[in-house]
């Protein structure tokens, strides 16, 4: 028994051992640059047979490390095939952590191609001498003709964040209806029902700085009369995108090419956002005070969770930070700080120096977090005499000093007359 005890640790710590040479590596590869690949756009879609089909392919690092020399490159399978051998490969160069890129590849539609789903495979790696990452992307070619008579129609469309900020991520969600209130209609003495089918829905940006991060839906099934769908798109805009309102076109295939449709999808981006302003004077007395401020949320909708952390050289505040919570649209909020000052502050209050106060206001629009920092503000450290007024009291006894000096002198001069 003594034997396999003295057997058993040996393996145990060998194992162990083992087990983090496997560990090791997965850590790092996290920590590493890692790319993420997406068909953000199909042009036309679905691909039309005999013709060219513009492809837009967009990569992501989604890892800890920038990508040194990030390639993409198209695997054309039946029914796609390039014009060139040249035209598969497409060089990112550089690619910070966050960061995404896109490359257009054009592919011709063989002309005997069938209609239906098709593959095409897509390879990308992060450097020169990184090995190859390969994903398989279905893409439609063709449409198919249903004698359904309902007739998709976008109903509603909403975004979250409602307004987004540069370098914002977020959700477009669109509401589907079909149209229809009978569930048949007589058609030149036919009769046809009113089922609405999507068969594919894709949402593209129309301008820069607009990503959209999901492939098309596909296949969503059959709405009745008056039955809704909602779909919903993952977008992100980037960090240098200008304020105003940009366009999406929001691209639908239903029963058949007559009952197609393209829709505007309207997107707000604006940078405006909290704004905190000393509502008093900025002075501390006696080592103590109190400091007002207002909070303004001058965004065009409401951010959650605004919090204001005062900092400064040798004071202390109560609360550390002031957590207000949800703010709406223009909403306006008073908070107060306690002010107290250190040892080491009162220790130098004789020079009476201005003291520099920095505020952070964090706040979340949508799934986005944001900090502002509101510098260049003072806090004047002041001393007053408690009791009074130090202005007042000091000429008052020297009034009192002068009278009595003066009732003696009077005495003096007195009594020498007689």
Same mark, same amino acid.
């Given at each position: 028994?003594?034997?396999?005890?003295? #057997?058993?640790?040996?393996?145990?710590?060998?194992?162990?051992?083992?087990?983090?040479?496997?560990?090791?590596?997965?850590?790092?590869?996290?920590?590493?640059?890692?790319?993420?690949?997406?068909?953000?756009?199909?042009?036309?879609?679905?691909? !039309?047979?005999?013709?060219?089909?513009? #492809?837009?392919?967009?990569?992501?690092?989604?890892?800890?490390?920038?990508?040194?020399?990030?390639?993409?490159?198209?695997?054309?399978?039946?029914?796609?095939?390039? +014009?060139?051998?040249?035209?598969?490969?497409?060089?990112?160069?550089? #690619?910070?952590?966050?960061?995404?890129?896109?490359?257009?590849?054009?592919?011709?539609?063989?002309?005997?191609?069938? %209609?239906?789903?098709?593959?095409?495979?897509?390879?990308?790696?992060?450097?020169?001498?990184?090995?190859?990452?390969?994903?398989?992307? +279905?893409?439609?070619?063709?449409?198919?003709?249903?004698?359904?008579?309902?007739?998709?129609?976008?109903?509603?469309?909403?975004?979250?964040?409602?307004?987004?900020?540069?370098?914002?991520?977020?959700?477009?969600?669109?509401?589907?209806?079909?149209?229809?209130?009978?569930?048949?209609?007589?058609?030149?003495?036919? +009769? @046809?029902?009113?089922?609405?089918?999507?068969? =594919?829905?894709?949402?593209?940006?129309?301008?820069?700085?607009?990503?959209?991060?999901?492939?098309?839906?596909?296949?969503?099934?059959?709405?009745?009369?008056?039955?809704?769908?909602?779909?919903?798109?993952?977008?992100?805009? =980037?960090?240098?995108?200008?304020?105003?309102?940009?366009?999406?076109?929001?691209?639908?295939?239903?029963?058949?090419?007559?009952?197609?449709?393209? %829709?505007?999808?309207?997107?707000?981006?604006?940078?405006?956002?909290? &704004?905190?302003?000393?509502? %008093?004077?900025?002075?501390?007395?006696?080592?103590?005070?109190?400091?007002?401020?207002?909070?303004?949320?001058?965004?065009?909708?409401? @951010?959650?969770?605004?919090?204001?952390?005062?900092?400064?050289?040798?004071?202390?505040?109560?609360?550390?930070?002031?957590?207000?919570?949800?703010?709406?649209?223009?909403?306006?909020?008073?908070?107060?700080?306690? =002010?107290?000052?250190?040892?080491?502050?009162? =220790?130098?209050?004789?020079?009476?120096?201005?003291?520099?106060?920095?505020?952070?206001?964090?706040?979340?629009?949508?799934?986005? !977090?944001?900090?502002?920092?509101?510098?260049?503000?003072?806090?004047?450290?002041?001393?007053?005499?408690?009791?009074?007024?130090?202005?007042?009291?000091?000429?008052?006894?020297?009034?009192?000093?002068?009278?009595?000096?003066?009732? #003696?002198?009077?005495? &003096?001069?007195?009594?020498?007359?007689?």
């Amino acid at each position: 028994m003594i034997k396999i005890k003295s #057997l058993l640790v040996p393996l145990v710590l060998s194992l162990l051992l083992v087990s983090s040479f496997f560990v090791a590596p997965a850590s790092a590869s996290v920590r590493g640059a890692n790319l993420k690949v997406t068909i953000v756009e199909t042009n036309p879609y679905p691909a !039309k047979i005999g013709e060219y089909l513009n #492809l837009t392919v967009q990569v992501e690092n989604i890892g800890g490390d920038k990508a040194d020399n990030v390639d993409i490159e198209v695997v054309p399978q039946y029914p796609f095939s390039l +014009d060139s051998e040249a035209n598969a490969l497409r060089n990112v160069g550089v #690619l910070n952590p966050g960061r995404t890129a896109t490359k257009e590849f054009y592919l011709f539609v063989d002309k005997n191609a069938q %209609k239906g789903i098709r593959s095409i495979d897509i390879r990308t790696k992060t450097g020169k001498d990184s090995p190859w990452s390969e994903k398989s992307f +279905d893409i439609r070619i063709g449409t198919e003709t249903f004698n359904s008579k309902g007739t998709v129609e976008l109903k509603e469309v909403t975004s979250d964040p409602e307004v987004f900020m540069p370098g914002d991520r977020g959700t477009v969600t669109v509401t589907l209806t079909n149209t229809a209130s009978n569930p048949t209609i007589t058609i030149d003495g036919s +009769d @046809f029902d009113t089922n609405a089918r999507i068969q =594919a829905a894709v949402l593209r940006p129309l301008s820069d700085g607009i990503i959209v991060l999901d492939a098309p839906y596909e296949d969503m099934g059959i709405l009745g009369p008056g039955d809704s769908i909602k779909l919903t798109f993952n977008v992100k805009v =980037a960090e240098d995108t200008p304020e105003g309102t940009h366009n999406l076109e929001l691209a639908i295939e239903g029963n058949s090419f007559d009952y197609n449709s393209r %829709k505007n999808i309207p997107l707000k981006v604006d940078s405006s956002n909290v &704004k905190v302003i000393p509502s %008093k004077e900025l002075q501390i007395v006696n080592g103590e005070s109190t400091l007002e401020f207002d909070v303004a949320n001058t965004h065009p909708n409401e @951010f959650s969770s605004v919090s204001i952390k005062p900092e400064a050289e040798g004071i202390k505040f109560y609360p550390a930070e002031y957590f207000i919570g949800p703010m709406n649209q223009d909403e306006l909020f008073t908070i107060e700080f306690n =002010a107290v000052t250190d040892n080491l502050s009162n =220790a130098r209050r004789d020079s009476y120096e201005p003291i520099n106060l920095t505020l952070s206001a964090n706040y979340g629009n949508g799934i986005n !977090k944001h900090e502002n920092i509101v510098s260049n503000m003072y806090i004047q450290p002041t001393d007053e005499i408690q009791g009074g007024s130090s202005g007042i009291l000091i000429p008052g006894l020297l009034l009192v000093v002068i009278a009595i000096a003066g009732m #003696l002198v009077y005495r &003096k001069k007195k009594q020498n007359r007689k």
